[in-house]
């Protein structure tokens, strides 16, 4: 059993510590305003971007789970968690080996091409850069530190598409914009698998690309939503040109190394979540 640190416990940290905690691991969950009560997660109160909170954190810790998002989309914002808040926590922690949570949008490709974790990242955005620097930093740290790529993240309090397909909105159609999903469930799983790879000696590889099964065009997910809720279907709308964000992303190396999807595809997950309401 190990100690594992989980800085940032919102739905996925949370659900993160709990199924860890199911595990015997003892688990600390670092967040600016926890829960008053909760018997199987020792919460810290803390603001990572505060030195002095930081460097009055005292706790064992044998693992690092990185999982906090900005409070905003402007750049200020990103540089709050991805610079200030993470350089001081990986001077804190920067002997143990670390699970970063990074994003997809880290790549700047966008003429719907399939990208994997040896392409290149290179993004256009401000936000998506600091990512990309934060990654980095972690990476060059510590070479036993994972880094883990996320694609869009859907599940229970996540349904933005599903609000969109019920207004009938109008979508590129061709050429076909890709989109890349993943479960919030399998976000928790893969980062669980992970662990049990590392404490079980598996030499882990510094960079995994985390979306399902099934990239595939806005058009196609949202046209499908509309039929499965019995909405109007979306309109067509002309093709635009350097669009953001246009990509497939690959699973392979994460499937390799034994991981299986609980939700391979869109369909899997957003019936679920359509029958539940």
Sequence with gaps: ????????CGAIGTCLAHTLAGQGHSVTGLKRNPPSAESRINYVAADITSSIAVENLAMAVDV????????????????????????????????????FVSSTSVYGQSQGEWVD??????????????????????????????????????????EHLLRMARQAPSIQQTPPYFTN????????????????????????????????????????????????MHCAPPTAKPGGH?????KRCANRRLKALGYQFRYSGY??????LIADE
């Design 242 to 246: 350097g669009a953001v964000s246009n």
């Design 117 to 158: 974790e040896d392409s290149t990242a290179q993004p256009d955005e401000v936000t998506s850069q600091l990512i990309r620097q934060a990654e980095l930093r972690v990476m060059d740290l510590n070479p036993h530190n994972v880094i883990v790529r996320f694609s869009g993240i859907y599940g229970p309090g996540r």
């Design 1 to 8: 059993m190990a100690n594992i640190l989980i800085i940032g």
């Design 64 to 99: 690092v789970f990185f999982i906090v998002s900005a409070d905003g989309r402007t750049e200020q914002n990103y540089r709050d968690i991805y610079q200030l808040g993470l350089q001081a926590m990986l001077a804190k922690f920067a002997k143990q080996p670390w699970f």
């Design 267 to 272: 369909k899997d997950g957003y019936r679920e």
């Design 181 to 228: 999903r993943i479960h919030q469930q399998d976000c928790v799983g893969v980062l669980e698998f992970l662990l049990q790879q590392r404490l079980a000696g598996v030499a882990l590889q510094q960079c995994y690309l985390a979306g399902d099964d099934d990239p595939a065009p806005l058009w196609d997910v949202v046209s499908w939503l509309a039929d499965e």
